[in-house]
């Protein structure tokens, strides 16, 4: 167990590491505008993986006359989502003065197959264009490239599940501040979920289904306590499971959402650093959810498939301790 536990924490950090040194040496390079494209494919990744894969199954023990029936849980949530090539790169243009060789002359910038964060390494070059569409090779001005040049986003995480207490049941996702480095800073995360068993209501229902709801905050701290990402998410779903024997099928329908709060300082300016804020949101609000969970003693397997803005498959190994 403790050796799981420290697995799923190396790769939350591994992701922070990712995140706080990489990335923030490339966003101090450049702007708000710039920056934003360039996060966007990772925001939606992540926000899709950090909602996925909080259940696999929709039961819930109900007992009138025992409203309360203790159990405890273990979850290591796994999670990928995939991206295609337009996630990859980008185009890019912005008004600025240019040398022709007379002089500053008012033009535009172009940056043509940008990387985004996820895309190729080799920086992004910008070529200035008076308005006469001239190119002025003197003016070539070299940006950023990407991070990991990938269209799949993996992410890890534990979770600890306990209940029921008249057909509800509950978790809690904590990781408290975990130093990377101290070049690198932390890395956190704060969430809970609560949820509803609804088929006890019909007797005879052939299907358990409930509802859940969650909501979760995940930092990325400098180690000059600035914030670099700081996300929220939230999801409420309507989920529905058929057991037969140690196997069980699952659905779901969910509505969610994604922020992030990005904030660091772009350096490297004719002028005094600039403090760079600006927020981003998760493209995915509605998914589908399909899956099957297979039960071993206290051991159960769940793998699912999850159809929204973005696909994504998930999956959790989970330990039911009492």
Known sequence: MKKLLFLSIFVFSLTGVVLSQSIGENLQKVGSVYSAIYLQPFADALGTNLNS???????VPFDKKKPITPHVGFRIRMMGT??????????????????????????????????????????????????????????????????????????????????????????????????????VGKFSIYGFTIRHNLSHYLKKSPVDFAVQGGYQKMYLTESNNNDLWKSTNFFVNGQVSKTYKFVTGYAALQYETYTADINYIQTGLTTAPKTIAFSLTGNNRFRGVIGAAVRAGFFVFNLDANIGNRFALSAGMNFIIL
């Open 53 to 59: 894969n909080y259940f696999y199954s929709a039961y």
């Open 82 to 183: 995939f991206l295609s090539d337009a996630d990859q790169k980008f185009n890019y243009s912005y008004r600025d003065y240019g040398n022709t060789g007379g002089g500053l002359v008012m033009g535009t910038y172009r940056v043509v197959n940008a990387p985004t964060v996820l895309g190729d390494k080799t920086p992004a070059v910008a070529k200035f264009y008076d308005d006469n569409g001239n190119y002025y090779p003197v003016n070539d001005y070299t940006l950023i490239g990407g991070v990991i040049n990938t269209k799949t986003v993996p992410f890890a995480m534990p979770e600890i599940t306990f209940g029921s207490l008249y057909g509800t049941d509950a978790s809690f996702i904590i990781l408290p501040p975990v130093n990377i480095s101290n070049n």
